[in-house]
């Protein structure tokens, strides 16, 4: 099986410079986008600085989370912070929403963290990402899976999305039913 460094380029976040400014950087809280809260800084001069493209897999480098992320128009053309790796795959032989779905295994998620080093919040090395062992089925197949993978995302978080709209509209049913108190 070919290594991921071999089928993608792995690029480190940058450490957004203190200056307020117009590009946007993306921290680990910022791959759930119920918990978005894009900083905005000057422009990067960090030579490994990178903005993510449409193409492009997220992937925190700190936490005990599994979450390979495929941005959304929110995040394209925003910068990685230190603790999310940026990956870039050969589009003519890794499918993007394939490889999200790959990192977003169980098994593949310990066995990034089994390589992990730091006490608090351990960083995978960008090492146990350039070496993982990636299968690569034929591209078809790939995108068979990436798209299963991506519509089964997107309906956990319509789903999720749902049940907070009805427990807010199940509350609002429940005080309208009560008699307006007056203080």
Avoid: W
Avoid at 38 to 66: C, F, H, M, Q
Avoid at 82 to 90: A, I, K, S
């Amino acid at each position: 099986m070919p290594r991921l460094a071999d089928l993608a380029l792995i690029v480190t976040g940058v450490a957004p410079p203190s200056q307020a400014g117009g590009v946007c950087f993306i921290q680990m809280k910022d791959l759930d986008p119920d918990r978005r809260e894009l900083v905005r800084r000057a422009a990067p001069t960090a030579g490994r600085a990178t903005p993510v493209k449409r193409g492009d897999v997220l992937i925190p480098s700190r936490g005990e989370r599994n979450l390979a992320i495929r941005p959304d128009a929110e995040l394209l053309g925003a910068y990685p912070s230190l603790d999310v790796y940026l990956l870039r795959p050969d589009e003519l032989r890794l499918d993007p929403d394939y490889l999200a779905a790959f990192l977003s295994l169980p098994e593949v998620g310990a066995a990034l963290r089994a390589s992990t080093a730091g006490a608090s919040l351990p960083r995978i090395p960008k090492e146990a990402l350039s070496e993982l062992a990636v299968p690569t089925p034929p591209l078809e197949r790939q995108r068979a899976i990436g798209g299963l993978a991506a519509c089964a995302r997107e309906h956990s978080l319509l789903a999720a999305r749902l049940r907070d709209a009805e427990a807010r509209l199940a509350a609002a049913y429940i005080a309208s039913a009560f008699p307006t108190i007056e203080a």
